[in-house]
């Protein structure tokens, strides 16, 4: 089977975007694997654009491991960005998980998303057993055998838990990150974010993603960071998240709500034959 399909990546957090709306091309989950995998075309997230009536299309994500993400921030951007191109709009909304996000369209490939707002109870995150979200008490354990523990979890359309330490280099995250995501605290595991304050506005981050592994970015890492760094002054706060490829500008307005801003790349036009 041969189709047309997309790349595109938000600070290196690269998608494969397949456009079903004029033709359904059905996918075996060990096909999306294949399609995610670097020895063949390599992505972190491979994603569906569907028709729906009520806004502009529905998007449907999928790890790079075949499971299905309800959120992907970075990929909702790219999206959006696509969209935007072909239609001349400046303002698209995607059906994400059942819930319409905005997206607006600015000059140099600059797109913001607002997602929502975020979850903080036990039962929402989910955890498996009633918790203090705001301390989990997680050990962890840096490359000098010292310990660390906390952790702070974060539903904001997927599970988040970040960890705000003083040296992220410290710690190896390709073996902490697989052993957290499927910690017996989340039933549908969580991602992972380490996170140094470099200044009030501005936090460093490495992050092993729920399902896809290290990644360059996550955007729904980001916005988690955010409202962890804010817990007690969430409403209008401004954060800028670091990346190894840039930043994303996290805003909180009045009410809890989160917007994303940052980059995507130029739209790559890809054939796959599977």
Known sequence: MEFNAFKMDGLGNDFVIIDQREKNISLSNDQIIKICDREFIGCDQLIFIKKDNSSDA????????????????????????LLSKENSKK???????????????FE?????????????????????????TRNLKIKLIDNENKEFIGGIAVNVGNPHVIFFIENIDKFNLEKI??????????????????????DPNL???????????????????????????????????KTEIEFS?????ISIDEKNNI????PVSEIEE???NI
């Open 58 to 81: 529905e998007l449907e994500f999928y790890n790079s491991d075949g499971s299905k993400s309800d959120a992907c921030g970075n990929g909702t951007r790219c999206v959006a960005h």
């Open 91 to 105: 303002e698209i909304n995607l059906m994400v998980a059942s819930k319409i996000l905005k997206s607006n369209i």
């Open 108 to 132: 140099n490939n600059l797109v913001e998303t607002s997602i929502g707002s975020p979850k903080m109870n036990w039962n929402e995150i989910p955890l498996s057993k009633n918790s203090d």
């Open 177 to 198: 990150g697989p052993e957290i995501e499927n910690h017996e605290l989340f039933p549908e595991k969580c991602n992972v974010t380490l996170a140094k304050k470099i």
């Open 203 to 237: 936090i460093k981050v490495k992050v092993w993603e729920r399902g896809a592994g290290l990644t360059k970015a996550c955007g729904t890492a980001a916005c988690a960071t955010a409202v962890a760094a804010n817990l007690e002054n969430l409403a209008n706060s």
């Open 245 to 249: 490829m840039g930043k994303l500008l």
């Open 259 to 262: 917007s994303m801003m940052g």
């Open 270 to 272: 890809i054939k796959i």
